[in-house]
């Protein structure tokens, strides 16, 4: 038997030991994790900038079906989320909620690295090592517990003060913990991580050369260790374990073109700010026919007030890929922000089925639809697209204002409303919602409005939501 099976036979032999062992008394129960995974979201996206956005958000939860399809008897669904944050790292939640930092992604140069860093988070999920770490807080309240983890991942994701804020009312319990895997954990991670890995087709090389990606920026003090070393201890001994034990790094690792597609959106829309035209320019001389390039050199330019230029290489990205409906509505959207509005209408309507690639093609619509005074039109396309993305809030905003413009006054404040609720602006959202009852007459609406006020009271808020910097 080689070496390489040999090292895999004992360490599955151990592994499968230790996930035998019998949890211990105090581990957290489904129900305290799912309440304490609801509390933890709601921590999380009040002080994090979690992208919505369906390019990224599809690409990342399809990769995340595909390396968790063959894992059995999961209490919780897994969710995946990225956070706009130029930092090196990823982490698991409870509850299988599962977050990576855009900064990652756009460090990381091959699809195989980004799934090998997923892998290892999902195995961070099935090994219970995040539950595992906070049961010995069960005596703390649930919304304490997720405060004081919130914080601390926070903080440790490059966003102190934040973290602060998160945690210091917590602290009041006598209690902090610091969420840094042990060396056990990390090991196992690893190992079953690899597994996931190649059950899902990938090349378990990845695991080796992301570590060696992110341990390659250099630091020169403890601020400077990227987040990921710090939150992921042992990274010396996980990688030479790693390099012992697999094989040898593949010729080439072919990226496809949905996971470079969402790295260039990522790059453009959520990157470093300022940088992004930078470096898509310097790709763009390197590997000037390269589509996602092109597309993400489009985005960027539309970004930066620039539609024109947006159009030159959006048209050159269509050209190079001309069955990409992402490209078409980038492009139709380019358009009407360059005030070409029957280009932007011609490309967006060629799109069948447009729906189903997110709000930003039908919203595009709604807004030439608008900025020809057609606002009879704008609230036909509005509505249709809240019927397919109820919660998008660039939609209940401009539905509102088409509304008001149509002297819709009820409806326009209930839709603003909801905007406003989206927002997490909750004194404006009571506001709108209580206009909104003194104008409408339908007995089903404001009992609806009405719900939804008693949802955003200040009482009700108080019960719910951790409050901040207590």
């Not at 079953?192 to 695991?207: C, K, N, P, S, V």
């Not at 050199?297 to 159009?311: F, H, R, T």
């Not at 980038?330 to 709000?359: D, H, M, S």
Request: aromatic share 8%; proline share 4%; with cysteine.
């Amino acid at each position: 038997m080689s070496f390489f099976k040999k090292s895999l036979a004992a360490l599955s032999a151990f592994f499968l030991l230790c996930t035998a062992v019998a949890p211990p008394a105090d581990a957290l129960t489904i129900r305290e994790e799912r309440q304490l995974a609801d509390e933890f979201l709601k921590a999380v996206y009040s002080y994090y900038d979690v992208i919505d956005d369906h390019v990224v958000n599809d690409y990342i939860n399809a990769m995340g079906e595909r390396l968790t399809r063959d894992i059995p008897g999961e209490p919780f669904p897994f969710k995946f989320h990225v956070i706009r944050e130029d930092t090196f790292n990823a982490f698991a939640g409870p509850g299988g909620n599962i977050f990576i930092f855009s900064g990652l992604v756009e460090a990381l140069d091959t699809e195989n690295e980004l799934a090998a860093i997923m892998a290892h988070e999902i195995a961070h999920v099935t090994g219970r090592h995040v539950p595992d770490m906070i049961s010995r807080s069960k005596k703390t309240s649930i919304a304490s517990m997720a405060g004081v983890i919130a914080g601390i991942l926070v903080g440790l994701g490059g966003a102190p003060a934040a973290g602060a804020a998160l945690s210091v009312g917590s602290m009041a319990a006598g209690q902090t913990m610091m969420l840094a895997y042990s060396r056990e954990n990390e090991l196992q991670a690893d190992f079953f991580g690899r597994r996931y890995l190649t059950d899902a087709e990938f090349h378990e090389y990845g695991a080796l050369s992301a570590l060696k990606t992110i341990r390659s920026r250099e630091w020169f003090g403890e601020d400077e260790i990227p987040t990921y070393l710090r939150t992921h201890p042992a990274s010396a001994e996980r990688m030479a374990m790693l390099g012992s034990t697999i094989p040898e790094e593949p010729a080439a690792l072919i990226n496809t073109y949905a996971y470079e597609r969402t790295r260039m959106r990522i790059i453009a829309l959520y990157g470093r700010r300022g940088n992004a035209l930078d470096r898509l320019s310097r790709m763009d001389q390197s590997n000037p026919d390269n589509p996602a390039i092109q597309y993400g050199l489009g985005l960027a330019y539309a970004e930066g007030g620039n539609p024109q230029k947006a159009i030159d290489h959006l048209k050159k990205a269509a050209s190079l890929k001309p069955d990409d409906p992402i490209i078409a509505i980038a492009l139709g959207r380019a358009y009407f922000l360059a005030g070409q509005n029957q280009k932007a209408v011609k490309t967006l309507e060629t799109i069948e089925n447009i729906e189903q690639y997110g709000p930003e093609g039908i919203f595009s619509m709604g807004r030439v639809q608008m900025s020809k005074g057609d606002n009879k039109g704008a609230i036909e396309t509005f509505k249709k697209l809240l019927d397919h993305y109820p919660d998008d809030r660039q939609t209940l905003l401009f539905l509102g204002q088409s509304l008001g413009q149509e002297g819709n006054i009820g409806e326009a404040h209930y839709f603003l409303g909801r905007f406003h609720k989206a927002q997490g602006n909750l004194e404006n959202a009571r506001f709108h919602f209580n206009r909104a009852l003194s104008e409408i007459d339908d007995s089903g609406i404001k009992a609806e409005i009405e719900d939804r006020l008693r949802e955003i009271s200040p009482a009700r808020r108080k019960e719910q939501i951790p409050e901040r910097g207590r």
